[in-house]
């Protein structure tokens, strides 16, 4: 089987340490709960919600770039279900050097095929021509992502979809952790 994985939130559990960099930029005015359900809606969605200015997102992005890569950490299970796979390709609006970090650290850089990142220039999610792109190179069986946004793509060039720790609807599979992943989607 293909995966076509997307990174933060489904690969790396990342979204806390986002969520204690922006409470560090917005201070006590939102709580942490808050902060985190309007970043997994997407980055884009929370500076809006919270009308961060561009000095503020700039101060975000400072924080994250001067967070040690082994803050985030990989889910459990991960390593496994990717070595089961046949082929494994990314696609993440985070950019290349941090990704690529992060998987050479856990020494998961090895299991990837591919990565598009938010480096190389295609439109961001859910628009799908990353997602073409990368299945025309790496035939994509299945897409993985913890928020609809990240299966949206797929759903529109007809591949099957599994959201990770997310039960909104329009998914073809639903896990909430790796080993389950095993009995739910047949690799």
């Known amino acids: 089987m293909n995966i076509l994985w ?14 204690k960099l922006m409470k560090q930029v917005l201070g006590p005015a939102f709580s942490e709960d808050e902060i ?5 809606i997407s980055f884009e969605h929370a500076f809006a919600v919270f009308d961060l200015t561009r000095q503020q997102m700039g101060y975000f992005f400072a924080l994250y770039r001067r967070t ?8 459990p299970g991960v390593k496994e279900v990717l070595r089961a796979a046949d082929t494994n390709v990314i696609m993440t609006h985070n950019d290349r050097k941090s990704l690529l970090k992060m998987l050479k650290l856990y020494r ?11 480096d190389d220039g295609f439109p961001r999610k859910p628009d799908p021509a990353a997602y073409r792109y990368l299945s025309n190179r790496h035939p994509v069986d299945l897409v993985v992502g913890d928020r609809r946004i990240d299966i ?6 007809g591949m099957k ?9 329009g998914a073809d599979f639903y896990v909430d952790d790796y080993q389950q992943f095993f009995d739910s989607v047949r690799i």
């Open 108 to 118: 998961l850089n090895d299991c990837f095929a591919e990565a598009v990142t938010g």
């Open 36 to 40: 985190y359900r309007q970043l997994k």
């Open 152 to 157: 949206i793509p797929g759903k529109k060039l």
């Open 68 to 75: 040690p890569a082994l803050s985030f950490r990989p889910f």
């Open 161 to 169: 979809t599994c959201l990770f720790q997310n039960h909104e609807p």
């Open 6 to 19: 997307d990174f933060d939130g489904t690969l790396f559990d990342t979204y806390p340490v986002y969520t």
